[in-house]
DNA sequence: TGCAATGATTCTAT
DNA sequence: ATAGAATCATTGCA
């Protein structure tokens, strides 16, 4: 009886369900806010998740195969441990009888020894399951650290981000509606717009030097459309050349003025 | 291969 | 919540 209760443990979820709820975890794609939610476990994954939600579909299925096949894995080796297990039970169960042709063996002692022999093969699955935990862990530390996979922007979408950043440079900070219409120009993300102005802002103050070519450029550029536009909106269509961007007219973005000031960075360097 | 550029994250202060 | 600052990890060029 103790036995077979043993064994009904085992094939049971008791120690397999941390391991179950560590997946599901993992697997939950929705990641909706604070939920009442089961444990605190899921809580954590739920709001360590909630910062990037990018679907980037391709690797989440490769990290739902890799995950799988840590769980197959898992899950052979299980049943492996598992049939060693029985035959090894079998096998001094088999000896125990043949003994107890020469002397008298009590079913306490067949017992016990049974008891012993499950409570080894336990722990050694005890290992496998914590192994697998920690393969689970790692692989979702590495699916979640988006650093490691990431890729350089188009030129395209920098060429518009700093067009943007550079023409608003007396205040770069778009609001959620710019942000959006600038995602949607550059195929990318609202919050990678907000990284970018975020490293933008903080890599210009820090070196304005560095960035003058830049600027000057991305200002001459959007001169010219200036120029362009006001042109086209007074139908004053004259045999000008469009390669000669004037200064001084009143039609300017008032951003470029900001190009040679130190308005938006006082820096200190100490 | 070393190094600067760059996108993303984390931490702190407001 | 958000910006700034520091830092991490990868990319791409000389």
């Given at each position: 009886v103790l036995c077979l209760s043993i064994r009904g443990v085992q094939e049971e979820d008791p120690p397999d369900a941390q391991l179950m709820r560590l997946d599901n975890m993992l697997l939950?794609?929705?990641?909706?806010?604070?939920?009442?939610?089961?444990g605190a476990a899921v809580a954590a994954a739920a709001a360590a998740a909630a910062g990037s939600i990018t679907d980037n579909s391709i690797e989440h299925s490769d990290y739902r195969a890799k995950l799988t096949q840590i769980r197959q894995i898992y899950h052979t080796e299980l049943e492996k441990y598992e049939q060693a297990c029985n035959e090894f039970t079998t096998h001094v169960m088999n000896l125990l009888r043949e003994q107890s042709r020469t002397r008298p063996i009590s079913p306490k002692e067949i017992e016990r020894m049974v008891n012993i022999i499950h409570r080894k093969f336990s722990s050694i699955q005890m290992q496998l399951k914590q192994s697998t935990c920690e393969a689970v862990m790692i692989l979702r530390s590495r699916f979640l650290d988006a650093r490691r996979k990431r890729r350089n922007f188009s030129k395209q979408a920098t060429e518009i981000l700093n067009e943007y950043f550079y023409s608003h440079l007396s205040n770069p900070y778009p609001s959620e509606e710019a942000k959006e219409e600038l995602a949607k120009k550059c195929s990318i993300t609202v919050s990678q717009v907000s990284n970018w102005f975020g490293n933008k802002r903080i890599r210009y103050k820090k070196n304005i030097g560095k960035f003058q070519e830049e600027a000057n450029l991305y200002a001459a550029k959007t001169a010219v459309t200036a120029t362009q536009a006001v042109a086209a909106a007074v139908h004053n269509?004259?045999?000008?050349?469009?390669s000669t961007p004037n200064t001084g007219r009143p039609g300017y973005p008032i951003d470029i003025l900001y190009l040679c000031t130190d308005y938006f960075s006082p820096v200190d360097p100490h």
């Open positions: 939950a794609e929705g990641v909706a806010g604070p939920e009442k939610g089961g269509s004259q045999d000008n050349s469009p």
